[in-house]
């Protein structure tokens, strides 16, 4: 069985900073995909960036980068220039690229951006 | 894309009373997915569908929890006698493709709060 631990309950950035969310995980597949998500306060989850194992390159989306550490079973999200629009709860998930289509998901961080 | 659909938003019952959630897809997506949320918590894993096919369920889903997607269209998630540990966010997403694969994002509904007295 997969698990995807995110130890920082709640984090804080000054807007137009920089800020880091950390995962890991655990599992003894060796072929999955990585997930990051972002559900606004009353508003719909939605994926904010998608990791392939098998890919070394980190992934990134405009503001939003990955460190990858497959050794390490690491996942953490970078964001940058932090906008009070990334105010949310950020969940980190593990899909198996076998047997199943489910998603594991972390519990979470309450990211606040301070203006 | 409308976006997926859920009804009602929130539903309370009494403990023992059967409910039944419904959630429409994004039209073209032939994946559909149950996720069952408790506060603090991120999103558990219930059930998934392709097309009309019931292909994996979780063991959460008790006896008393039945998913069915007739004609592979929208889909109903019914709790028979609640219970108070019932008690969650639902929510529903769709997938045009498998979950990971490249431009295939999933794609979530708002959600359906169950609150059981």
């Known amino acids: 069985a997969q698990t995807v631990t995110q130890s920082q309950p709640e984090m804080s950035v000054q807007e137009a900073e920089t800020v880091t969310l950390s995962c890991t995980y655990d599992?003894?597949?060796?072929?999955?995909?990585l997930f990051w998500y972002k559900q606004p306060p009353s508003r719909q989850m939605i994926l904010v960036i998608r990791q392939e194992a098998y890919k070394q390159q980190n992934a990134t989306e405009n503001r939003f980068s990955v460190n990858f550490q497959k050794a390490a079973k690491s996942f953490s999200l970078k964001i940058s220039d932090s906008q009070l629009g990334d105010a949310a709860m950020y969940f980190c998930a593990f899909r198996a690229n076998f047997g199943n289509e489910k998603l594991t998901f972390g519990t979470g961080t309450r990211l606040t951006i301070i203006p | 894309d409308t976006g997926v659909s859920q009804n009602p938003r929130h539903k309370i019952t009494k403990r023992g009373q059967n409910v039944t959630f419904r959630c429409d897809p994004i039209?073209?997506?032939?994946?559909l997915y149950w996720y069952r949320q408790t506060l603090g918590q991120g999103p558990e894993f219930l059930t998934y569908?392709?097309?009309?096919?019931?292909?994996?369920k979780s063991r959460l889903l008790s006896d008393r929890f039945s998913a069915e997607r007739p004609k592979g269209s929208f889909s109903t998630l019914e709790i028979q006698r609640t219970e108070q540990g019932d008690s969650a966010m639902y929510l529903c997403?769709?997938?045009?493709?498998?979950?990971?694969?490249?431009?295939?994002?999933?794609?979530f509904g708002n959600g359906t709060r169950l609150t059981v007295t």
């Open positions: 039209s073209e997506h032939n994946r």
């Open positions: 599992t003894s597949e060796s072929d999955y995909y």
């Open positions: 997403a769709s997938s045009r493709d498998f979950v990971g694969a490249y431009n295939s994002p999933l794609h």
């Open positions: 569908f392709q097309n009309e096919a019931q292909l994996e």
